[in-house]
């Protein structure tokens, strides 16, 4: 089957940095999709992405739906201490009321 | 905003005995998916159903099952509980048609003892 691979697994940063995360798949999708998870919650759609090439930014969070299909990376500017979790990469092979195949999730720390 | 609704939150169970877990989707959506969260793992699609007939199946054991009903809400059944099913089941909704995302539940955390 799909398989997302997602990276790094955790990350360890000071308040204040910028971070970036990415996923990778061995095949196509047609729609990106980023959640933010906390612990016992359920995951929190923060951005989606429909075409190929497309950057979209949603406050301190930016995506991008890479050119081959095959990726997408999410980045978080100037980290505040809510942004605590784990992020989720998650792909649609066709457009929407398709299920969403997870990449394996970064864990976001960060150090006081 | 109404957001996806699922109950209990919270549910413990014995070995063998059976579970039932609700899903009230966000008004208008009209598509309900099932996803199961092992510890430290990524959620695994089970099952969706779309205007109340299913429309795809994951990795669902023949154990367990499910239905969309009329006014599409979903309920989730287990039966023959095994230790290997405690978990968070989570459950999330969309729109009808192209380019929707899906929104997803609190979570029933199942555990099995």
């Known amino acids: 089957g799909q398989q997302l691979n997602q990276s790094p697994q955790s990350m360890f940063i000071q308040e204040g940095e910028d971070v970036s995360m990415n996923c990778t798949s061995s095949s196509i999708f047609n729609t990106w999709l980023w959640y933010k998870q906390d612990p016992g919650e359920g995951p929190v759609l923060l951005i989606a992405l429909y075409k190929a090439g497309e950057l979209t930014s949603n406050g301190r969070l930016t995506a991008q739906f890479g050119i081959t299909r095959k990726d997408s990376f999410l980045n978080i500017s100037a980290s505040i201490p809510s942004d605590v979790g784990i992020y989720f990469c998650?792909?649609?092979?066709?457009?929407?009321?398709?299920?969403?195949?997870f990449g394996t999730g970064t864990r976001l720390t960060i150090i006081p | 905003a109404a957001g996806v609704i699922q109950s209990p939150r919270h549910l413990i169970k014995e070995k063998r005995e059976t579970a039932t877990l609700k899903c009230y989707p966000i008004?208008?959506?009209?598509?309900v998916y099932w996803y199961q969260q092992g510890p430290g793992q990524d959620p695994q699609f089970l099952i969706s159903f779309y205007e109340k007939m299913q429309s795809d199946k994951g990795s669902i054991p023949d154990r367990f099952s499910a239905q969309q009903f009329s006014d599409y809400h979903s309920e989730l059944n287990m039966s023959s509980l095994e230790l290997g099913d405690s978990a968070l089941y989570f459950c999330a909704s969309s729109l009808p048609g192209s380019y929707t995302e899906a929104f997803f539940g609190q979570g029933t955390r199942l555990t099995v003892v």
């Open positions: 998650a792909g649609q092979t066709n457009f929407g009321n398709e299920k969403l195949t």
């Open positions: 008004p208008r959506h009209d598509t």
